[in-house]
């Protein structure tokens, strides 16, 4: 990690060199691209990057008692409280992109300094929040940080999940500091929060089809994850008969097919299985079992449920045929987020009329948006890859969401009118923004 020289007169700092500054962190030599999982020494070392780029502006950092790290620009004599509350995540899914959460905490980070060049004084608290475990890629619940903080999971279901290792939650927050038995819904912490807007790259290519930099969420797609078990016979690769096999591995392969097919039948949903592991995991080994878990995705959630039940009857034909049998337990469910229209169409309006776009792909803004208004901005992605190395933001767009953001928090916390030559001129770092 390197730290960005910083002129001696500000302390402002651009996206470009914030994210310039976290390049080396996290690199996955055998897929390319990043792979942080959460309370990874990669994942950590990003999380002291915020802390120390925030206290290098004057933030008051803490970290609450679900591992998430708050930044807080306070204002005096006002307590922290209806904040406009902006952020991201660090972690990453393996072999992931630069700028999936980075992206949204180097922007929140830049933003106050673009503020603070404007000589934005904010009438609330504005704070920075990074959420640990959004992805979900150690613990297999995506956005755990903001389902602890708002009661979407229980302690309990939290703390005894495990990482691929067969380590719980509650140990790895134990060797990182935390208190396990401190963890679950913070009423007082959602208190705080008066909205959350959280910036994105975008993780598909609506924004380059609309030839836009920057876009407002009008929606998350409803999004779920399973772990289908199938248990078959573990035998000898050698001495077992073609004909005499019960191979998990071999109904699996077959389950995993039917996923496409059913979901090809349903307009609009989008099934996966990304994840898949045969134990015990051997060349020469039938294994006795394999699992693999499935993520399934689809505006209406009735028709999600409905894929999943279609795929699971097809695993067990599949299985029975096999000499197998199957299990599906489901690990996590996220309905459709509709985002409150009036913050979108005010966001759109702060940031010089972007447009809205729906994502299939989920947030911590997601799970925050039943309990406190909540709003989100995208920025483009010019490959529309994501969860992969090819993930890519240019520099223009990322400054283009970066002064974006700094319009949205400045309406938000007090500025209703930005002075003339903030919100669509030039801003401290000589950006233009472009929409
Ligand atoms: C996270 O990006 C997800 O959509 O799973
Ligand atoms: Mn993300
Ligand atoms: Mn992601």
């Known amino acids: 990690m390197t730290t960005a020289p910083i002129s001696s007169s500000s302390t402002a700092q651009s996206v ?17 691209g990043y792979s942080r999982p959460v309370y990874s020494t990669a994942e950590l070392d990003l999380r002291s990057w915020f802390v120390e780029a925030a206290q290098r502006r004057g933030l008051d950092v803490e970290t609450d008692r679900n591992g998430i790290v708050w930044a807080w620009w306070d204002v005096p004599d006002h307590e922290r409280a209806d904040a406009v509350v902006t952020g991201s995540h660090v972690d990453s899914v393996p072999g992931g992109g630069a700028y999936d959460g980075p992206l949204g905490v180097a922007s929140s980070l830049a933003a106050v300094d ?24 150690r613990f297999g619940i995506a956005c755990l940080g903001s389902r602890l903080f708002t009661g979407a999971i229980s302690p309990e279901k939290a703390l005894n999940l495990k990482d691929g290792d067969g380590t719980t939650f509650a140990d790895v927050l134990r060797g990182n500091g935390q208190d396990p038995e401190a963890v679950g819904v913070d009423r007082a912490g959602l208190d705080r929060i008066g909205i959350f807007l959280e910036l ?7 924004l380059v089809d609309l030839g836009a930099p920057v876009g407002v969420a009008s929606s998350i797609l409803g ?14 690769a050698g001495t077992t008969l073609m004909t005499d096999r019960r191979d998990p591995m071999v109904a699996a392969a077959r389950a995993v097919v039917a996923v496409r097919d059913i979901a090809v039948l349903h307009d609009s949903a989008r099934a996966t299985v990304g994840r898949l592991q045969p134990v015990p995991g051997g060349t020469n080994v039938i294994a006795s079992r394999v699992d693999f878990w499935l993520d399934v995705r689809h505006p209406d959630d009735a028709v999600t449920a409905a894929v999943v039940e279609q795929i699971y009857a097809a695993a067990r ?3 029975a045929e096999e000499g197998c049998s199957v299990t599906l337990t489901e690990e996590s469910l996220s309905t459709t987020v509709h985002f409150d229209t009036t913050i979108a169409s005010g966001l759109a309006a702060a940031t010089g009329g972007s447009p809205l776009l729906p994502t299939g792909a989920g947030h911590d803004a997601g799970v925050l948006s039943s309990h406190v208004p909540t709003g989100m901005l995208f920025v483009r992605n010019p490959t529309g890859i994501s969860h992969s190395p090819e993930e890519l933001c240019e520099d223009e767009d990322a400054r283009a969401g970066a002064a974006a953001l700094a319009d949205a928090l400045a309406v938000h916390a007090g500025w209703a009118s930005p002075a003339a030559g ?14």
């Open 16 to 32: 470009v060199s914030l994210m310039g500054s976290i390049a080396d962190v996290g690199r996955d030599p055998t897929r390319g």
């Open 317 to 319: 034909a599949v299985a």
């Open 422 to 435: 903030s919100a669509h001129g030039v801003d401290g770092h000589g950006v233009f923004r472009t929409r």
């Open 200 to 206: 994105h790259v975008e993780q598909g290519r609506g």
């Open 114 to 137: 673009i503020l603070r060049e404007r000589r934005f004084t904010p009438s609330r608290p504005i704070a920075v929040a990074v959420f640990p475990e959004e992805e979900g890629s």
């Open 223 to 236: 999004h779920g994850r399973w772990r289908i078990s199938v248990s078959g016979q573990g035998n000898h």
